[in-house]
């Protein structure tokens, strides 16, 4: 597995990481622990080595699960995790944000407990709390690094003015966004002003939350817990619109003897070389292909054709309800 360095910090990761949220969280019941223990350990025996997790996902079983996975190759793998929602402490549900210091305190001694590490690799704010001055999130997270805590900062779906104030008092080394051939709003403002600062993109939902696997049509039934139930772009008539952009997938796939998941990973590892994306999957065989986009090489022509193709696809349906959406790009 090739590798990739996020920014200009020096933080050296597998060109495509795990996301792990979906083996606990947000597409129905949790998969079976034993089995997601044992793909990430498989993840880390073909070369991957950076996993992405969060204290809400669960809330905290899967940060208990990455923490488990990868006790026995401490300081090989790179973990990231997030703070930065209020959890009703009866239900464990979201209850807003809290992005306050203390809190921000209280989430990292906790989280390095169920990560089973001294340090966090990676700690990004999972969302930006109005309610707090970024300048205050970043010089809580500045401390926690000077005291050994953790290493790298982050933010996630943060807006640019939001990054530049946070970089200006805590280097930020990676934003995490939503970013694929389906949903390419970061490439506006978000990638100039990461490449200007030379901090690095982590790309979520880089498959469309399975959608440009081309395995979902709108005839797809999702498990009554599954997240996507409630997402514009996963109504039956907005996937059957959206089938364009996914038979297109298919056709360059069919080029490169590869799949459309594949394609449109490797166009995601094409665009910039600080891009990591980690797409997320319980299954060892999405896994394995997956994994196999490191290896596909786009050439400038192949780019040049999927671009100007998707271009005239319109993508149907918002990517989140607005009140998800309010929560971005701040």
Known sequence: MKTRKLGKSNLEVSAIGLGCMGMSFGYG???????????IRTAVERGVTFFDTAEVYGPFTNEELVGEALAPFRGKVVIA???????????????????????????????????????????YQHRVDPDVPIEDVAGTVKDLIHEGKVKHFGLSEAGVQTI???????????????????????????????????????AYSPLGKGFLTGKMDENTKLDSGDFRNILPRFTPAAMKANRALVDLLGKIAQQKKATPAQIALAWLLAQKPWIVPIPGTTKLSRFEE????????????????????????????????EHIERMTGR
């Open 81 to 123: 995790t997030k703070f930065g929602f209020k959890l009703d402490p009866n239900t464990g549900k979201q209850a807003g944000m809290d992005s306050r210091p203390e809190h921000i305190r209280e989430v990292a001694e906790a989280s390095l407990k169920r990560l089973r590490v001294e340090v966090i690799d990676l700690l």
């Open 290 to 321: 997956n994994i196999g986009a490191a290896a596909i090489e786009l050439s400038p022509d192949d780019l040049r054709e999927i671009d100007g193709a998707a271009s005239k696809i319109k993508v149907e349906g918002a990517r989140y309800p």
């Open 29 to 39: 019941p949790p998969a079976d622990k034993q089995e997601m223990i044992s793909l």
């Open 164 to 202: 530049r104030r946070a970089h200006a008092v805590q280097p930020v080394t990676a934003l995490q966004n939503e970013y694929s051939l389906w949903f390419r709003q970061p490439e506006k403002e978000v990638i100039p002003t990461l490449e200007e600062l030379g901090i690095g993109l982590v």
